[in-house]
T-cell receptor, first 112, second 109 residues
Framework: ETGVTQSPTHLIKTRGQQVTLRCSSQSGHNTVSWYQQALGQGPQFIFQYYREEENGRGNFPPRFSGLQFPNYSSELNVNALELDDSALYLCASSPPTVGEAFFGQGTRLTVV | KQEVTQIPAALSVPEGENLVLNCSFT??????LQWFRQDPGKGLTSLLL?????REQTSGRLNASLDKSSGRSTLYIAASQPGDSATYLC????????FGAGTRLTVKP
């Protein structure tokens, strides 16, 4: 059984550019959530996907968007990058019932 | 709106001490509470999950309790070791997962 994997691990982008982050969920998990973690803070909920549909969204602007694929892997897309988007982006997958969430190792995004 | 608070923000103890980390939340309508460990620049490692109907969970030297009515959870770490040094985060789940800011633990040899 493989865990949650994210790619890439590190990324540097220029303000105004677009970025796509990827997440492979744990086997058997059909729910994927994305979080943004600024330095020294707890993760903040961006959105959740369940069976390829967005199933909840946090307080993030529309330039943060996502996808979930039939194999339950997921992408996070951020358009028009801003300096404040620099953070650790975490993906979590969880099983069909309300249960334990498992996180990937994160993608460190730096916007310059 | 659910607010999660963790106290203390930082803690430094000598090796071998037993310690308690605290987590409080404002809305008791949760499905579960989960404790995580995070090493610097890394992802989150799940330590313990407590369902809303449960009072506590144990794993090795770790014990977590949940008092939903008062909006509190504690993580007890027995016989702390330098390898326990990390940031500990609690999170409550209902429609999404809300995190505290974490407690940064340092265990000195």
């Amino acid at each position: 059984e493989t865990g949650v994997t994210q790619s890439p691990t590190h990324l540097i982008k220029t303000r105004g550019q677009q970025v796509t982050l990827r997440c492979s969920s744990q086997s058997g998990h059909n729910t994927v959530s994305w979080y943004q973690q600024a330095l020294g803070q707890g993760p903040q909920f961006i959105f959740q996907y369940y069976r390829e549909e967005e199933n909840g969204r946090g307080n993030f602007p529309p330039r943060f968007s996502g996808l979930q694929f039939p194999n339950y892997s997921s992408e996070l897309n951020v358009n028009a990058l801003e300096l404040d988007d620099s953070a650790l982006y975490l993906c979590a997958s969880s099983p069909p019932t309300v249960g334990e969430a498992f996180f990937g190792q994160g993608t460190r995004l730096t916007v310059v | 709106k659910q607010e999660v608070t963790q106290i203390p923000a930082a803690l430094s103890v000598p090796e071998g001490e037993n310690l308690v980390l605290n987590c409080s939340f404002t809305d008791s309508a949760i499905y579960n509470l989960q404790w995580f460990r995070q090493d610097p620049g890394k992802g989150l490692t799940s330590l313990l999950l407590i369902q809303s109907s449960q009072r506590e969970q144990t794993s090795g030297r770790l014990n977590a309790s949940l008092d939903k009515s008062s909006g509190r959870s504690t993580l007890y770490i027995a016989a702390s070791q330098p390898g326990d040094s990390a940031t500990y985060l609690c999170a409550v789940s209902r429609n999404d997962m809300r995190f505290g800011a974490g407690t940064r633990l340092t265990v000195k040899p």
